[in-house]
């Protein structure tokens, strides 16, 4: 890694260092196109201009919601350009829902792709379109209703000259929010969490340098451009290495293929679920999979043989595991490389420097190594807090300044943290979180539910799916399938219960709470 990146304190400052470092490789590549990091800042500045002409001022918000691609990552970095505050959506989000984040973060703009998978997304954000969201840049679509295209925001802004845009970007600093990545909680609703510059570099820098990522490195992006770990240990960690950004934007094991051989992919980070796709592929044995070096897992239990499997049929030689939350920038404890693969399989390895990991019993006091409790992080990457939310902060940091994870696990004589359940009943699907109170509350919107709870189930394939456990109204009638049929019309599609039961009525503890760990006993 080179002086200038790892002295970089902003992404804007990290991108004009990458320009002089690199200057003649690529920084970014995707079908059609091909960015050399010294033709970087003309591009991302093009699109900061037109976020100046717009009004867009030092710590406005701005939403992007859209697939992985070039234009994202263009994007995101004239957002931080402009001093901007990124707000990325999940792009399996329904109108109702991208709508709600707009609101709630106070976006004045959102770019936003034209088609996805066959869905119009500004057609199903306008039905839902909130009044603060001034402006709406459709990406990839000529003539989309409420919106410039994406060229015509970018002749908009020739009007600024583009020293102005250099200035802004050289006026933002380390302790400046970068970004409100929103995740959920116990509470139903997605909470905004703040990230600032330097924590975000700071963080990742040690993520490249744990991992050797290097320059020249050509590093297959699939994991999402909206989540931590397809943004901050995705494109910004190529940013930081030097190495080449290549977006994939929807997972199929047979393009994976096809893109590793073509392209010669060297990095390829990803839920279990990715590689399990992998080594499942009847191309397997042919494929020409002989670049790839790095993986990078986590998410879900993973069994020591999937270790060795990644390095023996995959050929990776650098195999690990992490472990982060958005809270804390998406990266607190990762595993050392070359430990065995038990290891790597059975824990999320130690905590990464400048961080400080505590696991606390219920009334907040540390417990004796190897006991099981609260897993509680300090360090320099805990959010700035909830935005517009200081109550939400509270009950999360503590005022000593320990982040609550809301997660249970261990920590070994060595240090390696493992995580064995979750205090919040969060499940992950595919990678992706899954709050059952943010999914309780949408099946509550179906007419003939009287009562519902929501857990976590295994998987062979996902790891986990949910399971709605469901009480109807009297003399109503629904069915397994019209429920989960219905779901998709109104939830992004990791959240959609993939079973359904019924009961006469739901188990509830002393408190007369529902007791989900009878339920999951009674679906075992």
Not at 45 to 62: C, H, N, P
Not at 384 to 393: D, I, M, S
Not at 422 to 448: Q, S, T, W
Request: charged content about 20%; aromatic content about 6%; overall charge negative.
């Amino acid at each position: 890694m080179n002086d200038q990146s790892k002295n970089a304190h902003t992404i804007p400052e990290l991108m004009f260092a990458g320009a002089d470092t690199y200057a003649e490789r690529i920084a970014l590549e995707a079908p059609g196109e091909t960015i050399r990091y010294a033709e970087l800042p003309e591009r991302v500045l093009a699109i900061t201009r037109g976020l100046m002409a717009a009004g867009v001022d030092k710590g406005d918000r701005v939403g992007v919601w859209a697939p992985n691609g070039a234009d994202w990552v263009l994007i995101a970095l004239a957002i931080h350009c402009a001093g901007g505050v990124l707000v990325p959506i999940n792009t399996r989000m329904k109108g109702a829902e991208a709508a709600d984040i707009l609101a709630r973060s106070g976006a004045r703009m959102a770019f936003v792709v034209g088609e996805f998978l066959g869905v119009d997304y500004p057609a199903m954000l306008a039905a839902q379109r909130p009044e603060t969201l001034e402006q709406v840049v459709v990406i990839d679509k000529p003539g989309a209703a409420g919106g410039l295209t994406l060229a015509e925001f970018i002749n908009a802004g020739r009007g600024i000259a583009p020293d102005a845009a250099r200035r802004r970007a050289d006026a933002v600093r380390a302790d400046d929010l970068s970004d409100l990545l929103f995740t959920s909680g116990t509470t139903g609703k997605p909470k905004g969490v703040m990230s600032n510059h330097g924590q975000t570099l700071q963080a990742f820098t040690e993520f490249v340098r744990i991992l050797g990522i290097e320059c020249g490195d050509r590093y297959l992006v699939v994991n999402p451009f909206f989540h931590s770990f397809g943004y901050k240990a995705g494109w910004l960690t190529c940013l930081i290495a030097g190495a080449t950004i290549i977006p994939h934007a929807v997972f199929d094991a047979e393009d994976i293929f096809r893109r590793v051989e073509e392209e010669r992919i060297t990095v390829l980070p990803g839920p279990p679920t990715l590689y399990l796709s992998m080594l499942a592929h009847p191309r397997l044995q042919t494929a020409d999979l002989s670049s790839l070096r790095i993986a990078v897992t986590g998410a879900s239990a993973i069994p020591p043989i999937l270790i060795e499997r990644l390095r023996q049929e995959l050929g990776f030689t650098t195999v690990t595991t992490a472990y982060g939350l958005t809270e804390c920038g998406g990266l607190a404890t990762i595993c050392d490389p070359g430990a065995p693969a038990e290891t790597i399989a059975g824990t999320s390895g130690r905590a990464i420097p400048g961080t400080e990991l505590s696991i606390r019993d219920a009334q907040g006091n540390p417990v004796a190594a190897g006991e099981s409790g609260e897993i509680c992080l300090r360090g320099f990457h805990v959010m700035q807090g909830y935005f517009n939310n200081p109550v939400a902060t509270a009950e999360t940091i503590t005022a000593d300044g320990w982040l609550r994870t809301g997660d249970v696990g261990h920590v070994d004589d060595d240090g390696n943290l493992t995580i064995t359940d979750r205090l919040k009943d969060m499940f992950i699907v595919g990678g992706f979180n899954c709050y059952p109170a943010e999914i309780e509350a949408g099946l509550f919107a179906h007419p003939a539910i009287a009562e519902v709870a929501v857990v976590g189930i295994p998987d062979e394939r996902m790891g986990e799916v949910g399971c709605a456990c469901v009480v109807l109204k009297s003399g109503v009638e629904l069915d397994e399938e019209q429920l989960i049929a219905w779901s998709r019309q109104q939830m992004a599609n990791y959240k959609v219960p993939r079973r359904v039961v019924f009961y006469p009525d739901l188990p509830k503890n002393a408190s007369n709470k529902v007791d989900k760990v009878a339920l999951r006993r009674g679906l075992a």
